[in-house]
């Protein structure tokens, strides 16, 4: 791509760029070729994208993976320091463009279409880093803490109803949409309810939501007629630190890259069956992979 189609004219507009088309299919592109693309967790993306405003450009959601895609301008300079979870894509990784006009769905869609703005790395990466992350602002980045203390004191106050009932729904791997659909409430209601989950236990991801409310004695996980798939060391420790017990100083060396042990994440999701991260956690507990938050012996959690 050359420079001129990613020049910023004089409205802050970017440019509609090459590697949009007519098509009415969805089409690779690479990473670091034609764009730089920033994953974000959909549970940050979404406060990030409503921080951003009329500032964003190019936006993908995938609400099966719970995952976005900021795609900035080629050549963008990065901050290195970007929050847990979000991740820069390595050059020459394809991910699919779907038609300017699919906006909405559970697979890849636009949440910004091209042509409306430019999204500033040092923008997006203030955003993920502030105040719309209260969590993350009292927690470090999971690579220079000790293990996360995530077990509930003895008497923990109860959840409010509506929080147990999205909180359940959170295990099952069921996203915003469909909480909402099952719990006949607005998305926005839904989203209310996770982000208080997040500011009560300190947990910036939703995987970790779903550790402190099986730490914590609130929620069971939902049993499953699946045996639990064989597992290395390796996945047992990924899956810890996904969990937030564990700091990724218990990883084997050549998982402590970011982008590997995301990767890492991905394959154990699949192999599981897991429809997100939190259902994966939940899976795990259930399998008695994570004894610290689930007996399955007893069906009781553990105090």
Known sequence: MTARAHTRSLLGRWDMPPWT????????????????????????????????????????????????HFLLPHGSI?????????????????????????????????????????????????????????????????????????AAPAKPRPLTPAQ???????L???SDTQMAEELKLPVGTVRQQLNRLGRRFGAPTAARKATAL????????PPVQMLAPEVTPADLAVLR??????????????????GLFLDHVDELRERCG??????????????????NLFNPASGKEQP
């Open 78 to 150: 990065l901050p290195d320091d970007w929050p847990y979870g979000v991740r820069v894509m390595p050059k020459g990784r394809p991910i699919g463009i779907p038609p300017l006009t699919t906006t909405g769905g559970r697979d890849v869609h636009w949440a910004v279409p091209p042509g409306q703005g430019v999204t500033s790395p040092a923008d997006l990466h203030r955003v993920l880093n502030g105040p719309l992350l209260p969590a993350a602002q009292t927690e470090p980045p999971l690579a220079s803490t000790a293990p996360a203390r995530v």
């Open 241 to 258: 630190v996904l969990a937030g017990l564990a700091a990724d100083d218990h990883l084997p060396a050549e998982l402590r890259s970011t």
């Open 164 to 170: 147990l009932k999205v909180g359940r729904l959170l």
């Open 172 to 174: 099952t791997g069921a």
């Open 214 to 221: 099986l730490a914590g004695g609130h929620l069971s996980p």
């Open 21 to 68: 088309s007519g098509s009415s299919e969805t089409l690779p592109a690479r990473c670091g070729e034609d764009f730089t693309a920033v994953r974000v967790p959909a549970d940050l993306a979404r406060p990030a994208l409503t921080a951003l405003g009329p500032r964003t450009g190019p936006v993908l959601a995938n609400r099966t993976t719970q995952t976005w």
């Open 274 to 291: 897991a429809r997100t991260d939190p259902h994966l956690i939940a899976l795990a507990a259930f399998w008695g992979l994570l004894p």
